[in-house]
């Protein structure tokens, strides 16, 4: 073999070894997870369809992993994303599958089909206008979007402007417009208090707030988070039908950094600069088709692996 003196080739086979590692962990995930999943399930349910399940549900998280770790490590080859993740998820099924064959057990996983989206990302302290001249305070960010998953924004407090319930003034607002429904996200500071209201305009009904006193709050959207600490409010977007646009309204109102991924290609930022918003291209969600034999049971279904998106 030749000797690896580039640091190119070096930067390759860290990669490399970095997906095996990560291939191994992920079927390891699998053969442990499904045996979580299966206990905690067979102490309600017929024990022969609970090995099934949990065996689909370990699978569907395990390679959920696998997009995230290729989106992280490959960010701008989406070629690269949907090959490993299919390699990998076929490399962990054969692994898989030898471990559950000494349990007298047939199993397989198979990406068939991938689909693309659009990361949205700025990750420079900022207001969260578009990177128009001048720049909108008021912007779609996604259009026609299926879904969304890894809504994550960072916002400092001293940037929001101040008010309370009812909301007065200018805030900032995230808004998920579907056509027929709405669902807005108003985030303020009331206080000193970062205060986040979700508000579905076509019922006519506000929910929250959910709060943090920091000077700086992570609000995880599609995980339905502020803080770290579940915020239930947020949990009521997941209802709204698809397709639906994603909107930032009065983004003057608010500094910091944000990143989501769309299932959608129509996506406009502007002229992307070193602070403000850039967009890429990204695998958005795969397929997997899961079979599971046993002497009890013939159990085939196929899976959406999206993490981070809504769960509805």
Same mark, same amino acid.
């Not at 442990?32 to 905690?40: A, E, M, P, V």
């Not at 707030?209 to 995880?220: I, K, L, N, S």
């Not at 990204?282 to 999206?306: G, H, K």
């Given at each position: 073999?030749?000797?690896?003196?580039?640091?190119?080739?070096?930067?390759?086979?860290?990669?490399?070894?970095?997906?095996?590692?990560?291939?191994?962990?992920?079927?390891?995930a699998i053969v442990l997870n499904s045996g979580i999943y299966t206990h905690n399930l067979a102490s309600r349910?017929?024990?022969?369809?609970?090995?099934?399940?949990?065996?689909?549900?370990?699978?569907?998280?395990?390679?959920?992993?696998?997009?995230?770790?290729?989106?992280?490590?490959?960010?701008?080859?989406?070629?690269? /994303?949907?090959?490993?993740?299919?390699?990998?998820?076929?490399?962990?099924?054969?692994?898989?599958?030898?471990?559950?064959?000494?349990?007298?057990?047939?199993?397989?996983?198979?990406?068939?089909?991938?689909?693309?989206?659009?990361?949205?990302? /700025?990750?420079?302290?900022?207001?969260?206008?578009?990177?128009?001249?001048?720049?909108?305070?008021?912007?779609?960010?996604?259009?026609?979007?299926?879904?969304?998953?890894?809504?994550?924004?960072?916002?400092?407090?001293?940037?929001?402007?101040?008010?309370?319930?009812?909301?007065?003034?200018?805030?900032?607002?995230?808004?998920?417009?579907?056509?027929?429904?709405?669902?807005?996200?108003?985030?303020?500071?009331?206080?000193?208090?970062?205060?986040?209201?979700?508000?579905?305009?076509?019922?006519?009904?506000?929910?929250?707030?959910?709060?943090?006193?920091?000077?700086?709050?992570?609000?995880?959207?599609?995980?339905?988070?502020?803080?770290?600490?579940?915020?239930?409010?947020?949990?009521?977007?997941?209802?709204?039908?698809?397709?639906?646009?994603?909107?930032?309204? /009065?983004?003057?109102?608010?500094?910091?950094?944000?990143?989501?991924?769309?299932?959608?290609?129509?996506?406009?930022?502007?002229?992307?600069?070193?602070?403000?918003?850039?967009?890429?291209?990204?695998?958005?969600?795969?397929?997997?088709?899961?079979?599971? /034999?046993?002497?009890?049971?013939?159990?085939?279904?196929?899976?959406?692996?999206?993490?981070?998106?809504?769960?509805?």
């Amino acid at each position: 073999m030749a000797p690896v003196n580039r640091p190119r080739d070096r930067a390759q086979l860290i990669l490399v070894g970095g997906l095996v590692v990560a291939v191994g962990l992920v079927a390891l995930a699998i053969v442990l997870n499904s045996g979580i999943y299966t206990h905690n399930l067979a102490s309600r349910a017929d024990p022969t369809a609970s090995e099934a399940v949990g065996h689909t549900a370990a699978v569907r998280d395990s390679v959920g992993g696998l997009v995230e770790y290729e989106v992280g490590h490959n960010p701008d080859d989406t070629s690269e /994303q949907v090959r490993n993740v299919t390699d990998g998820t076929s490399n962990v099924s054969a692994q898989v599958a030898r471990a559950s064959a000494r349990r007298g057990l047939l199993t397989n996983a198979t990406v068939n089909a991938t689909v693309n989206g659009t990361t949205v990302n /700025q990750t420079g302290d900022r207001n969260f206008s578009d990177t128009a001249s001048p720049p909108n305070p008021s912007w779609t960010v996604a259009t026609d979007a299926h879904g969304v998953r890894d809504f994550r924004m960072n916002a400092t407090q001293a940037s929001l402007n101040e008010t309370s319930t009812p909301l007065t003034g200018s805030v900032f607002n995230v808004t998920f417009d579907s056509g027929g429904s709405e669902f807005v996200v108003s985030v303020y500071n009331d206080s000193h208090t970062t205060s986040l209201l979700v508000t579905d305009t076509t019922a006519g009904r506000s929910f929250g707030p959910c709060t943090d006193t920091g000077a700086r709050t992570v609000v995880d959207i599609t995980e339905a988070t502020v803080a770290g600490e579940h915020c239930a409010a947020l949990g009521r977007i997941e209802d709204l039908p698809r397709p639906y646009d994603v909107e930032f309204d /009065q983004a003057d109102n608010v500094t910091g950094s944000y990143s989501l991924v769309a299932n959608t290609t129509s996506v406009d930022v502007g002229s992307p600069g070193d602070a403000g918003p850039s967009e890429m291209e990204t695998l958005y969600a795969v397929w997997v088709e899961i079979a599971f /034999q046993s002497q009890r049971v013939d159990y085939r279904t196929n899976v959406t692996v999206a993490p981070g998106e809504f769960d509805g």
